[in-house]
């Protein structure tokens, strides 16, 4: 009878060990998920800023494209006007 009641504390003094390592382990999993959720939403907020500066360079590229090409039209546009104005011993081909 005696060797029983010795197991049976046992098993409970083993069974409140066991209950306080899964506590420890639920505790752990839960810290462990903070910090897998934390990651991602850093990882997000990367990703959106990284795609925030492409396309900023993108528009920044758009904008340097469209100077240049409307430099070209300007200059295009002058050459056609000087072109086009006749000098002082060319007739203008519009008499009055």
Known sequence: MNTILLKLESLEKSQKETSQ?????????????????????????????????TLNRNIDDLENRSKKGAEKDCT????????????????????R
């Open 76 to 95: 295009s546009v002058e050459k056609f006007v000087q072109a086009g104005t006749p000098h002082e011993d060319q007739p203008s081909g519009f008499e």
């Open 21 to 53: 390592d899964v506590s420890e382990l639920k505790e752990s999993f839960k810290l462990l998920d903070d910090d897998v959720t934390e990651m991602k939403r850093a990882l997000a907020e990367k990703a959106n800023r990284k795609e925030m500066n």
